[in-house]
């Protein structure tokens, strides 16, 4: 199929969907019986979360403790799109009337198998969706 390029965002694109599992366990299991493969984790118990590969380098994002209820976001949290440029993605975001959720901020996460040092920026949308901007 053809595309159009983002000529805004240049290198914008799919990063990840983050999901709130009640059981984490269960749903790491039947996500990976579809053949996602874990990626990195951590965080544990109630505050664990686990990056799945769907199978192409798309992820999605298991946090643990997401109770029966559905939240003020529901079940899906935020999606994340790719970016060099977290700042840049962030402040257009603003300048194109998102709400501001968290600045731009670099997290040294203590993950496995590897250490993974994240960027990351969210904003809000105008049906209250989470946007997160991410770079690794």
Request: with cysteine.
């Amino acid at each position: 199929g053809s595309f159009m390029a983002n000529e805004i965002l240049k290198d914008l694109g799919f990063h990840h969907i983050a999901l709130r599992c009640a059981d984490i366990n269960k749903s790491l299991n039947m996500y990976k019986a579809l053949g996602m493969t874990e990626k990195v984790r951590w965080g544990e118990n109630e505050n664990l979360i686990v990056m799945l590969d769907i199978g192409n380098g798309d992820i999605i994002e298991l946090f643990a403790n997401g109770g029966e209820k559905y939240a003020e976001e529901g079940k899906w949290q935020h999606f994340a799109m790719r970016t060099a440029n977290v700042n840049k993605a962030y402040e257009t975001a603003i300048k194109a009337g998102f709400s501001p959720l968290t600045q731009p901020k670099t997290v040294p996460l203590d993950s496995s198998p590897e250490k993974m040092t994240i960027t990351c920026a969210f904003v809000k949308g105008p049906d209250g969706e989470q946007v997160e901007f991410f770079s690794n």
